[in-house]
């Protein structure tokens, strides 16, 4: 008999083939998800809405299914988990915000209609910072989410329940959302693989923005959901499920013209690689900088590819993606949120919506975004892929937006997240896959960037480096102090 530990250890693909083989029963695999979140969730806090009954419901639903010899679906009952900035009907969508304690939609978000039409099972909702508005793990309603490999750091965020939950195998994989580097920010402080695809691939309705949600709002142009896993297959496995278009996102892409399953053989023999270690401005933590470069040399001496130090030549574009930011808020609706409850919300959150903005600088924030565009066609023309740390700093403490000192340089609290943001801009797909630790044991991210709409190359170069630096197989000490 297989034994709950062994089934959190399992990834999608593998959970999948065993349920439809009847190896494995959904009810099986959701009551191991659902002890293992049990035993850790008094440490990690990763789940603000667990879903236990809803979840049990689902696999007991399922195996009936499967029992009387209807297609279980291509994910058949695997936990997953959803990020509480995306909306599910059964659960509320809280959005880390006392404005929204205790909502429910009573709508799926279109990637949460196809996870469960694929059989996936929602096990509950995972945490995030208020309304998103952030890199880490706290907001002013839920328990700060933790990191499973010092639980004195941050997972990072906004998808910070995402990291920490498929980090200590509580699921394979996640849904998380990405509008500045949120799915690759905790995929690389919690040593796992966040892919944020080319702008478009995956649809995204409603977001946190209609009729029912006053005042809350996506950022249109630069949020792109997408899938946090332990492997890069089971990253490529979801995107199989939640890609393709839908006529209520009208800024959805054509179905690929790709297999993303496929993306992943294949080597990267001959491919001309750019490095860049810090734009040319940004301040790197020394370990970063040291475990970063050593896994670029990976892809020279192991994987067949030419790289060349090289940055793309743009000017810190950090002022002009909070002017996006800004303009993509709901400034009339979010400002009347702060009036009545200023007093219990994210100082910062309030700071930044009071901001007296101008004309000037909204129009000034998308010429900006075209000048790094452009630029990044430019460069990007010489090169098949773009190699960078994801951060600038390892996992930091808890209930702070950032470091403000980064290798002796006073910094901007949110200056560590220098190369996640850019190709939120761009819209170019974009990963983090684990490169390393530090020498405390932390997690440190490797980010892989493709050209525009080459979402099969940054699969590849992802699988290739996972084969060459597997990382499966590592897990928190956490885990094994826990006999998990």
């Not at 419901?57 to 010899?69: C, F, K, N, T, V």
């Not at 988990?81 to 929204?100: A, E, F, M, Q």
């Not at 910072?129 to 941050?154: I, K």
Request: charged share 20%; glycine share 10%; with cysteine.
């Amino acid at each position: 008999m297989t034994s709950g530990n062994e089934i959190c250890r399992m990834d999608a693909g593998t959970l999948a083939s065993k349920v439809r083989a009847k190896e494995l029963s959904p009810v099986e695999v959701i009551n191991a998800s659902i002890e293992r979140m049990d035993k850790l969730e008094p440490l990690l806090h990763a789940f603000c809405t667990p879903g236990p009954e809803q979840a049990r419901a689902a696999a007991r639903q399922l195996e009936a299914d499967i029992m009387a010899g209807k297609d279980p679906g291509v994910l058949a009952g695997v936990p997953v988990s959803i990020k509480d900035l995306v909306c599910t009907k059964d659960l509320p969508t809280v959005s880390g915000s006392n404005v929204y304690k205790g909502f429910c939609g009573g709508v799926d978000d279109v990637v949460v209609e196809r996870l469960r039409d694929a059989g996936a099972i929602i096990i509950g909702k995972t945490n995030v910072p208020e309304f998103g508005y952030s890199g880490v793990g706290h907001n002013p309603v839920f328990e700060t989410t933790r990191n499973p490999w010092n639980l004195q750091r941050t997972p990072g965020g906004s998808s910070a329940g995402a990291g920490a939950a498929v980090a200590s195998g509580m699921g394979p994989f996640a849904i998380g959302s990405d509008g500045g580097g949120s799915v690759r920010i905790p995929a690389s402080f919690s040593g796992i693989v966040g892919i944020k695809a080319s702008m478009g691939r995956v649809p995204l309705w409603p977001g946190t923005k209609d009729e029912t949600m006053p005042g809350v709002s996506s950022w249109e142009s630069l949020e792109c959901i997408g899938p946090m896993s332990r492997t890069v297959a089971d990253s490529a496995l979801m995107l199989s499920v939640i890609s393709g278009p839908d006529m209520r996102d009208r800024r959805t892409l054509p179905k690929a013209e790709f297999d993303w399953m496929e993306c992943l053989q294949g080597d990267l023999k001959g491919l001309r690689v750019a490095y860049s270690a810090d734009w040319g401005y940004a301040a790197v933590d020394p370990e970063v900088r040291e475990v970063v470069g050593n896994a670029v040399k990976v892809f020279e001496s192991e994987l067949g590819c030419t790289i060349e130090e090289e940055n793309p030549g743009w000017e810190d574009p950090y002022e002009a993606f909070w002017g996006l930011v800004a303009a993509e808020t709901d400034l009339v609706g979010m400002r009347k949120l702060v009036d009545q409850h200023a007093h219990h919300m994210t100082p910062h959150l309030v700071d930044f919506l009071n901001t007296p903005w101008t004309a000037e600088q909204l129009t000034s924030a998308v010429m900006a975004r075209k000048g790094v565009a452009n630029k990044a066609a430019e460069f990007m023309s010489n090169y098949d892929l773009l190699l960078t740390p994801t951060l600038a700093v390892p996992p930091f403490a808890l209930h702070i937006q950032g470091v403000e000192k980064i290798d002796g340089q006073i910094v901007p609290p949110f200056q560590w997240l220098a190369f996640t943001f850019p190709f939120n801009m761009t819209g170019q797909p974009a990963a983090s896959v684990p490169a390393g630790f530090t020498k405390d044991g932390l997690p440190v991210g490797l980010q892989i960037v493709g050209r525009h709409l080459d979402d099969p190359a940054v699969i590849r170069a992802c699988a290739n480096f996972e084969m060459a630096r597997p990382w499966a197989d590592k897990w928190p000490e956490l885990l094994g102090d826990m006999g998990l």
